[in-house]
């Protein structure tokens, strides 16, 4: 009983502390570093394109929601395979490219605070000769589907408004769950180590 207060004493701080706190913005997640770099010239394609902020991603759900790294070249044909993998401040498409010249890699992110962030960056690709060129597609690829399917008109999507509504609010519930949790861990982990 007594161990086990200290830590829901500092969730209920933590509570405080984001409802403190959640009005005035707290600060975006940056970007710290890219693969490739913005104006790098890529000789071969790396395993994976990345994007890598100064702190955690909020990647709710687990399953990359509101994450994308799109490459596209110089005639606006897309790379890769869509799928992002998000893990802590980073996330990484595998990574494709097609002939020689200018690519550009847009992407997007939620940021710690709940925030959708997104940029672009240029580079470009000069690989030796007789490197293998993968196909780029005309639509930007969806994880898990085969690339550019441009066939029937059947579109999946079957949702309905009330289920979108529900699914925001839940989305909100958990942002403030987790960064209320995150606040509470945070000020036990500072108590512990003051103590
Ligand atoms: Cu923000």
């Known amino acids: ?6 830590p829901l004493a500092s969730l209920g701080l933590g509570l405080a502390l ?5 009005l005035p913005a707290s600060a975006h997640n940056a970007v710290v570093s ?3 770099e913005e104006g790098e010239t890529l000789t071969e394609v790396p395993e994976f394109f990345v994007v890598t902020t100064n702190e955690a991603m909020l990647d709710v759900g687990g399953e990359g929601a509101g ?16 799928c992002v993998d998000v893990g802590g401040p980073s996330m990484s498409t595998p990574a494709a490219l097609g002939e020689a010249g200018d690519y550009t890699m847009a992407f997007q992110y939620v940021s710690a605070d709940g925030h959708t962030l997104s940029d672009t960056l240029e580079f470009r690709y000069e690989p030796a000769a007789g ?3 993968s196909a780029g597609a005309p639509v930007p ?11 029937g008109g059947e579109d999946p999507a079957t949702g309905d408004e009330s289920a979108a509504v ?13 960064l209320a949790v995150g606040a509470g861990v945070a000020v036990w982990l500072a108590r512990r180590r003051r103590g």
Do not use: H, K, W
């Not at 984001?18 to 959640?22: L, R």
């Not at 690829?141 to 066939?151: D, I, R, V």
């Not at 529900?166 to 987790?178: H, K, P």
């Open 1 to 6: 009983m007594r161990r086990a207060s200290a």
């Open 18 to 22: 984001v409802a403190g706190s959640a």
């Open 34 to 36: 890219t693969t490739p």
């Open 67 to 82: 994450f994308a790294i799109q490459v596209t070249d110089g005639s606006g044909l897309f790379y890769g395979d869509g």
């Open 131 to 133: 490197a293998e060129a």
């Open 141 to 151: 690829p969806t994880c898990g589907e085969e690339p550019a399917a441009a066939s």
């Open 166 to 178: 529900l699914g925001t609010v839940a989305v909100i519930g958990g942002v403030i769950v987790l």
